[in-house]
């Protein structure tokens, strides 16, 4: 029940003892000014009694040391006596002392000056320490009454605290892959809505996960049956009668050709494997212009080979970001070796990256036939134009981009033929590379 780990009890017990000592010390502090005050109004009283008893009786009215109290009127539990004190000053001075078990306070106020005597008024003050006693009893009384109500309170308050907790809890555990609902924050407290937001984000992430999953065996089992049935029905086609070597010989070179098309796909569904396994890498603090320019080198080399043209404008000098390196350069790549593969010999394909209020975007600009934006381009096994390729490149691209936190666009040209591919890294990743260098510090 009261275990070390749990948040509820940590709290309680701090808030209990935070208010315990509050407590102790306010009473202590209320204790010790009703003393003060008590006994600064005893000595006021003494004081008065005092200067009126020197001022009603001379030196010749009693003797030294003689008890005059039958001639003055004083209460019964007070005693005045003429006494001789040594005292430069001859100032007003009191003493506190305890006989046969009663408490008494006398002043010294002085009478002669040139004698140095002093009237001494003694008054029986038993009551006033019994009556702070009780005032002490009372307040640990109270202390303690005020301390189990705050106990109370704190376990009340406690509970009252994980309630969202619990709420947000029970709503995850009746999650399952074939339930995602997303939290409704509006009656949540502002101080869990950020945690309430990061299960929203991270439930629509879990369900475009499976979504794109069951997209991806579908189609992966589609585009490996189709080929399948084709290769059997040519070979039982084939091999229904006789033929020339040469028919023989065409039918093996097109099943190998399909098997080769086949182990393209398979490698892409391999590469999702990877892919997945990199969004559990540890984030890196890079400077993304400088990442850009070394990957645009490489980048250059392969628009080279196919007659085309690499122009490379990035803005500011610098921007470092926390980010996942690998899942980075997989979005890049597909969005060069796309745009290289749709530009004509001779084009030009531009790597643009500028700043924004948001974050910071990558353009990359081909001179190829564009794209059809009704469709869903990053759907798996999707192809557009007569070009080879598995169809999974946009796929993978989407879902690396989700796991750094950015988002990827596609949409046609407006100036010219083309297609512009956008990468959108938001500042937060900035925000977070500059705190991981203050760690570092």
Excluded: W
Excluded at 33 to 47: A, G, H, Q, R, V
Excluded at 103 to 108: H, K, Q, R, S, V
Excluded at 295 to 309: D, G, P, S, V
Aim: aromatic content about 8%.
């Amino acid at each position: 029940m009261f275990s070390k780990k749990s948040i509820r009890n940590k709290f309680a017990l701090q808030l209990v003892m935070a208010s315990a000592t509050l407590i102790v010390i306010f009473s202590a502090i209320l204790y010790n000014y009703i003393k003060i005050s008590i006994y600064e109004d005893l000595n006021i009283e003494l004081t008065k009694e005092a200067a009126m008893l020197s001022t009603e009786h001379s030196l010749s009215t009693g003797t030294l040391g003689v008890d005059i109290f039958k001639h003055v009127n004083i209460t019964k539990e007070s005693e005045v006596l003429i006494v001789v004190k040594t005292d430069k000053k001859h100032k007003i001075s009191f003493e506190q002392y305890k006989k046969n078990g009663h408490n008494f306070l006398t002043i010294y106020y002085p009478f002669d000056k040139r004698k140095s005597t002093f009237l001494a008024l003694t008054k029986n003050i038993s009551n006033t320490d019994k009556l702070l006693d009780k005032i002490l009893r009372s307040i640990i009384i109270i202390n303690f009454i005020t301390i189990f109500l705050v106990i109370f309170y704190a376990l009340l308050l406690s509970r009252m605290l994980i309630i969202p907790i619990h709420s947000l809890t029970t709503k995850l555990a009746a999650m399952d892959e074939n339930f995602f609902q997303s939290i409704n924050t509006k009656n949540i407290p502002d101080e869990f809505k950020p945690l309430a937001l990061s299960v929203n984000k991270l439930v629509d992430r879990i369900h475009t996960f499976v979504k794109y999953q069951k997209e991806l065996f579908i189609g992966t089992a589609h585009e490996l049956k189709t080929p399948l049935a084709v290769m059997k029905t040519k070979n039982e086609v084939t091999l229904l009668k006789k033929r020339n070597v040469d028919k023989y010989i065409d039918t093996i070179q097109h099943n190998n050709k399909t098997i080769d098309e086949m182990n393209k796909m398979i490698g892409c569904i391999l590469e999702i494997g990877r892919l997945e396994s990199a969004q559990f890498e540890q984030p890196l603090e890079i400077d993304l212009i400088e990442f850009l320019k070394d990957r645009a080198n490489n980048f250059e080399i392969l628009a080279h080979q196919e007659n085309k043209t690499i122009i490379k404008n990035f803005s500011p000098k610098s921007f470092p970001i926390l980010i996942q390196p690998t899942l980075l350069i997989h979005i890049l790549q597909n969005f060069v070796q796309n745009a290289i593969k749709f530009t004509a010999e001779g084009g030009k394909i531009e790597i643009k990256c500028f700043t924004d209020t948001n974050g910071i975007n990558v353009h990359v600009i081909d001179e190829g036939i564009g794209i059809d934006e009704s469709q869903d381009l990053f759907a798996p096994f999707k192809r557009y134009g007569r070009k080879d390729g598995a169809g999974l490149g946009l796929f993978l691209a989407k879902g690396a981009a989700d796991a750094i936190g950015a988002t990827i666009t596609i949409k046609n040209r407006k100036d010219e033929k083309g297609a512009v591919a956008t990468l959108h890294i938001p500042i937060s990743n900035k925000k977070l590379a500059k705190k991981s260098k203050k760690r570092d510090i």
